[in-house]
């Protein structure tokens, strides 16, 4: 039962450009979602995150947008830079509850 | 280097052998997290600990798989018996209360059970 999806394994972006990476989620009781960044031979790295009562946050080129109805959040990169290439995951957590969910993850790919 | 570490970083082992793996947790963080991860795949739970208190197992966390923080610092995962299925990266992470949830991770150990 996959709770967080990532759909697109991969993705490939000039750089320049603007990125985009989605995640839909199934379980309405999330109410804190995260983005996180991984390098080969690295542990993921937290990027950005937003609480339920947001629909935007934003943090230097890096936007994160959440749209509750469609159970589905976006992260946007603008402009995208080489050292952006990396796996991608979106996470999720419920109320009063630790543990976090996970997608599978994207691979972004910043061409130059 | 104040970051979550973990060690070893690779551990090459037979099958039916027991493994440890530790994890130092950035020093003022009270929450500790167990994660495993497979190829393709983003990170599972399996434990959680709020100082030395274990909070919460997966149901993933079989009786082979155990794990430990005795004095509310660093962190072990024992797993006894391994099997060729239990060859994952592990992953160990930490936070803070007052934090929200964001874990801060370790490079993790990578398992190869033979």
């Known amino acids: 039962d996959q709770q967080v999806k990532q759909n697109s394994p991969s993705l490939s972006v000039q750089e320049g450009r603007i990125s985009i990476l989605n995640c839909d989620y199934t379980?309405?009781?999330?109410?804190?979602f995260l983005w996180y960044k991984k390098y080969p031979a690295e542990g993921p790295t937290f990027l950005i995150s937003?609480?339920?009562i947001k629909d935007k946050n934003e943090d230097g080129r890096f936007t994160v947008f959440l749209n509750k109805s469609a159970k589905h959040l976006s992260l946007h990169i603008v402009p995208s830079q080489p050292g952006d290439s990396a796996v991608y995951f979106c996470?999720?957590?419920?109320?009063?509850?630790?543990?976090?969910?996970w997608g599978a993850g994207t691979k972004l790919i910043i061409k130059p | 280097d104040t970051g979550v570490s973990q060690d070893p970083r690779h551990k090459i082992t037979k099958r039916g052998q027991n493994v440890t793996f530790r994890c130092d947790p950035i020093?003022?963080?009270?929450?500790l997290y167990w994660y495993r991860q497979t190829l393709g795949q983003g990170p599972e739970f399996l434990t959680y600990f709020q100082n030395e208190a274990q909070l919460e197992k997966s149901r993933l966390l079989s009786d082979r798989f155990s794990a430990e923080r005795p004095k509310g610092s660093f962190s072990t995962l024992e797993i006894q018996r391994t099997e060729q299925g239990d060859s994952a990266m592990y992953l160990c992470?930490?936070?803070?209360?007052?934090?929200?949830?964001?874990?801060?991770f370790g490079a993790g150990t990578r398992l190869s059970v033979l």
């Open positions: 379980n309405s009781m999330f109410d804190y």
């Open positions: 020093s003022e963080h009270n929450r």
């Open positions: 937003i609480s339920s």
């Open positions: 996470a999720a957590s419920r109320i009063n509850n630790y543990q976090l969910i």
């Open positions: 992470a930490s936070s803070l209360d007052g934090d929200q949830n964001i874990q801060y």
